[in-house]
């Protein structure tokens, strides 16, 4: 089936500095990769859509200066959360869309857990 | 209103039993409905998929969607303690539209 690779797992970093994560569809070609938020007990945020080639898509009250998004291939997005704070620390995850586009084929990956201090 | 409702629990039931999910959705153009399993810091799965209305059975699990109610569940027969996890609802508009999620526990 298909996989998505997200690295990394964990990561902690100081206040002020900038943290990438990285999405990679293993198996399938993604033309859309999806980034999500999820504080604990809650549901997923959807914070951008990112087509690759193409800038990304940022939901409302998304800082896209903050939060840059590249996609610069069917395989692979990053997230960099720049000049980062403790309020920034979350669980991120990446999920990718098949280039067929089918309605249901968004996979997901096994998310990522920054914590600022 | 949100555009997807799910009880959040937590939910917790003794192994064997049988449990029900559910969720609602305001927006009756939604055709294609999911339901997600998420392990603690993991990203979530796909369990299962609805088109439109109807049941679909996977095993021990079975998705129900009613479109005239805007109403989703997921029934699980004989709840194992490896069912323990978040499950989340969700539906298709242009890009996923998820539920809050449910914590599920299975006692042994």
């Known amino acids: 089936g298909a996989v998505v690779s997200q690295h990394p797992s964990r990561v902690i970093c100081k206040s002020g500095t900038s943290v990438k994560i990285e999405c990679r569809s293993l198996d399938f070609q993604a033309t859309t990769m999806f980034w999500y938020r999820q504080f604990p007990k809650q549901s997923l945020m959807l914070m951008a859509t990112s087509n690759e080639g193409s800038k990304a898509t940022y939901e409302q009250g998304v800082e896209k200066d903050k939060f840059l998004i590249n996609h610069a291939s069917l395989t692979l997005s990053t997230l960099t959360v720049t000049s980062a704070h403790p309020e920034d620390s979350s669980f991120y995850i990446c999920s990718a869309r098949d280039i067929a586009g089918s309605e249901t084929g968004y996979t997901f990956g096994s998310g990522t857990r920054l914590t600022v201090v | 209103q949100k555009e997807v409702e799910q009880d959040p629990g937590p939910l917790s039931v003794p192994e064997g039993a049988i449990v029900s999910l559910n969720c609602t959705y305001s927006n009756s153009a939604f055709q294609y409905f999911m339901w997600y399993r998420q392990y603690s810091r993991k990203g979530p799965e796909l369990l299962m998929y609805?088109?439109?209305?109807g049941n679909k059975e996977d095993g021990r699990f079975t998705a129900q969607v009613d479109k005239s109610s805007k109403y989703i569940s997921l029934f699980i027969r004989d709840s194992q303690p490896s069912d323990s996890a978040t499950y989340l609802c969700a539906t298709q508009g242009g890009k996923l539209i998820f539920g809050q999620g449910t914590e599920l526990s299975v006692k042994p």
């Open positions: 609805t088109y439109s209305s």
